[in-house]
């Protein structure tokens, strides 16, 4: 029965947004009624309202789109919705400045005279107001209302014209910053977390173990993530937008002419184009700058932006007038004065020492002080000037609080969808389909581009991609990453921008083109342009790296990039070893013979017994990882002909799992059947249980009798690559570690030995000293020895030392004996210190050196920047990882 109500719910919803009711409002409605109608259904016909649902009842569903809102958007973690109203506000404001207007007009000026000009800069505006608006319908009106009409003056094609305005307008909602981004970054986060538990559980019944490795997990995103994997789909596409046009252009002239320019290119018209087009790239190169060096969130980039919108506004608007940039030039002289603050001088007002500190603090605050006047200042020029300002926060309130409100109907509409088991539904039909992931990635890329031709961007964000993004991204045959996924649903959904009846790019470009324009043209226009974005869509889905290489080279170099050591990172890691080796294995098998000439004999005996092991270690590493390649070619042999097998029999036991799902759950309601009267349903129940036993015995029957031994065969050598891999990372590390801390020990002699005058301060002032005062002077001391590796024995013993001068009597007799004992560990180490700071120092540094970089990359804090490049274009592909499920 659910599944009747599940089609009810897809019907309510068809239908209230076909009849043009509000999207805010259809979406929850259509849930709150298919819930209230189940509930009264099964109360009048058995008894409970919880009987049609797939599990639980009304009430819990009703509320779990409220409170899942709740929980998602409202946790502090996750701030990514703050930034919509941000971006939203930095692009009114723009397009009210007239900002587009000059853009279009000067760009239009600027490569009109080239065949099919016009065209080109209406796609290079598109593309700049993208980066600085992402405002849909503000860009085509304003395309519209100032191209259109010069274009079709200069006999420029209908349908060319308007396709390419169109098209042009939906660059913003791919090309970063975009509000389609952010709304699939934050949908994506929640679906990587049920995509993870999935493939856990995937994991779980293929191999029975209860923990996955975590190199096989499904990593989550973020808005900063996806405007980055995001920039350089968005360049492809408006690549192919211009190829396209200069093409069509030159192939059919007649259709995009060359329009002259009747003014003269002289240094009036080279400053003109400079002071409309450097505000506008200095914001992107503000907004996205920020996001992309690290410096900024997403959030902060776009408080940023909405203030340099602001003081763009505050001079555009009042141009030609006296003292116009005044404003503006506060701003950016602010903006220097604070960053040379920030670089010379120490700003934390918490830790002011010093006469110079307080200058620092004092010049950041009048700096600060003068962006802020210049903000209020080109506020109060905003305001007064055709009350622009008021007009801009208003747009701003109204399209966030759509934004919010489809965003709780889309949860309350997604909630009952999973009450009426229509989760469950789509998941079985997609991992049902033959082909696997790649079958089950088109029919979803083929639902959401139909799903265009009538639903707005938001409605398929926040309604289709919950539902099957967990499906894709637990799918470990592709193992996809969500910033990927999302960058591939947004170039996706752009097209319902396009599409003919409801493209609201064509909606917009409709309502101010001319007369002369039909309607018929329009759409034969856009239909070359949906056709060029279907081709991006093959692009990126065939070059993943165009996606995952920024985001992941930006991670792998900030300051806060994982370590080496990282499991997601391991595997890539390991191949930037091994081309070392290739390249340079001669050298560091040369450096291993010449290090194991070092003499060490006068080094304390486990020091020099691992300094050697350490040695053997690292020769042992080097053929261990080649052993692990050619492990790797053993696995590669296997695959081709254990692949269709392994998917052949996962797919018979999955269609298995389900059997067993309906068996227990006729099993469960037969046994809460009691009583005579219902021993007829009950038998029914159970007989329908046995048949589905016997369709699933057979089916299980059908997995073919060399599954076993091959199954097993593959599991064998892949483990021996597993457990080959395992052998030389412990080997890298023990050829390396023990080096790493001699090293330190040397770089500390210097310091140590500065010390030993501190010995005997301490052992003579123990006998009288105060004893509170006396552990407090050791505990400072002691601390002394903090960054000087291979003193722990001495810092034990000071440990000692004031234990034994703790409490309402001190044993003193028992502090000097410990001290003796200290002053003799520390010196101990002397001579053999002091002797290797001359012979053997500066050439185990030398060797640390060299082999830090491959045996001794997984013990660095962080990859080098050569080594980070190299794994993030390693890892900006997709790996198949089926295998190990």
């Known amino acids: 029965m659910e599944f009747y109500f599940l089609a009810l719910l897809v019907i309510l919803m068809a239908t209230a947004l076909a009849s043009g009711y509000p999207v805010a409002f259809a979406l929850p409605g259509s849930a709150i009624l298919t819930v209230v109608i189940a509930a009264i259904c099964g109360w009048l016909f ?65 490569f009109g005279p080239v065949r099919g000009g016009l065209g080109i800069s209406v796609v290079f505006v598109g593309a700049l107001l993208a980066a600085t608006t992402g405002i849909l319908g503000a860009t085509v009106v304003a395309m519209g209302l100032i191209s259109l009409p010069a274009m079709l003056k200069n006999n420029y094609s209908q349908s060319l014209a308007t396709g390419t305005i169109a098209a042009s307008g939906t660059l913003g909602q791919i090309i970063p910053p975009s509000i389609v981004l952010i709304i699939l970054a934050d949908q994506l986060a929640s679906a990587t977390d ?73 240094r009036s018209f080279l400053i003109k184009v400079v002071l409309t087009l450097v505000p506008p790239l200095t914001l992107i190169f503000l907004v996205l700058g920020s996001i992309i060096t690290g410096v900024a969130t997403v959030n902060q980039a776009g408080a940023i932006g909405a203030a340099g919108a602001l003081v763009m506004a505050g001079y555009r608007l009042v141009e030609g007038k006296r003292g116009a940039f005044y404003p503006a030039i506060l701003a950016i002289s602010s903006l220097v004065a604070i960053w040379l603050v920030l670089k010379f001088f120490d700003t934390n007002i918490k830790a002011i020492d010093s006469t110079d500190d307080i200058i620092g603090v004092t010049l950041g605050v009048i700096a600060t002080g003068g962006l802020i006047v210049a903000l209020i200042w080109s506020g109060a020029r905003a305001l007064r000037v055709e009350n622009t300002l008021q007009g801009v926060m208003i747009e701003t309130a ?52 139909i799903l265009g031709f009538f639903l707005d961007f938001i409605e398929i964000a926040v309604v289709v991609v919950p539902i099957v993004a967990p499906i894709l991204l637990a799918d470990p045959s592709a193992n996809i990453t969500a910033v990927w996924l999302g960058v591939m649903i947004g170039l996706n959904i752009q097209t319902s921008f396009l599409t003919p009846p409801f493209g609201f790019a064509l909606f917009y470009l409709r309502g101010v083109a001319p007369a002369v324009v039909k309607t018929i043209e329009m759409y034969k226009g856009v239909v070359a342009f949906i056709c060029l974005q279907l081709v991006a869509l093959v692009i990126v889905a065939m070059n993943p ?39 340079n294995g001669n050298m560091i098998r040369d450096a291993i013979v010449t290090a194991r000439g070092f003499d060490v004999s006068y080094l304390p005996t486990r020091l020099a017994s691992s300094i050697t092991a350490s040695f053997d270690e690292a020769e042992k590493s080097i053929g261990l990882l080649a052993d692990v390649k050619a492990a790797e070619a053993v696995v590669a042999e296997h695959t081709p002909a254990f692949r269709p097998l392994h998917t052949e029999v996962r797919f018979t036991e999955a269609e298995a799992r389900k059997l067993d799902d309906q068996i227990k759950a006729l099993e469960t309601e037969a046994s809460r059947l009691r009583g005579d009267e219902n021993a007829n349903a009950k038998a ?7 048949t589905l036993k016997v369709q699933r015995d057979a089916m299980l029957a059908t997995i073919p009798a060399e599954w076993s031994e091959r199954s097993e065969t593959f599991a064998e050598v892949r483990d021996a690559e597993i457990l080959l891999r395992r052998q030389f990372r412990r080997a890298a590390d023990s050829g390396y570690e023990p080096v790493a801390t001699l090293v330190r020990t040397f770089e500390g002699s210097a310091a140590y030995k500065e010390l030993a005058g501190e010995f005997d301060a301490i052992r003579g002032d123990l006998a009288s000293a105060d004893a509170e005062t006396m552990m407090a002077r050791i505990s400072d001391f002691s601390s002394a020895f903090n960054d000087i590796e291979g003193t722990s024995d001495i810092r034990s013993g000071l440990s000692k030392v004031r234990r034994a001068l703790r409490g309402d009597t001190p044993d003193r007799a028992k502090a000097a004996d410990e001290m003796a004992l200290v002053i003799s560990a520390y010196q101990e180490q002397l001579p053999w210190r002091e002797r290797a700071a001359g012979e053997l120092a500066s050439n185990i540094a030398s060797y640390e050196t060299l082999i830090r970089g491959t045996i001794g990359v997984r013990l660095q804090t962080q990859l080098n920047h050569e080594q980070a490049l190299f794994v993030a274009s390693c890892g900006s592909g997709h790996r198949d990882i089926s295998l190990n499920f």
């Open 684 to 690: 029914a129940f159970l007989q329908q249980a046995e």
């Open 398 to 449: 109204k399209t966030t609080s759509l934004v919010f409100i489809i965003l709780l109907g889309a949860a309350m509409l997604t909630a009952a969808f999973r009450a009426f088991g229509g989760e469950d539904l789509v998941r079985d039909y997609l991992n049902s389909l033959p082909g696997g992931f790649w079958s089950k990635f088109v029919i979803v890329m083929a639902v959401i581009f």
């Open 194 to 266: 049920q995509a993870s538990t999935a493939r856990k559980a995937l994991h779980k019944l293929a191999t029975g173990e209860l923990s996955m490795p975590s190199e096989f997990d499904v990593g989550t995103t973020s808005a900063g993530e996806m405007f980055l994997g995001a920039l350089l789909p968005g360049l492809v596409l408006v690549g192919l937008y211009m190829a396209f046009i200069l093409v069509y252009a030159f192939v059919r002239p007649s259709v995009a002419p060359a329009v002259p320019f009747e003014g003269k290119f002289d």
């Open 545 to 583: 790296a165009l996606v995952n290489y920024l985001p992941s080279r930006l991670s792998l170099t900030s300051e806060t990039a994982p370590p080496p050591r990282n499991p997601k990172l391991l595997y890539c890691v390991e191949e930037y070893i091994h081309g070392e080796f290739m390249a």
């Open 46 to 110: 058995t008894g409970s309202v919880d009987s049609f649902f797939a599990q639980g009842g009304p009430g819990q569903w009703l509320s779990a789109g409220v409170t899942n809102l709740r929980g998602v958007y409202w946790e502090v973690e996750r701030d990514t919705l703050i930034a919509i109203p941000l971006f939203i506000f930095m692009g009114i404001m723009l397009q009210r400045s007239k900002i587009a207007e000059d853009l279009l007009i000067t760009m239009a000026q600027l």
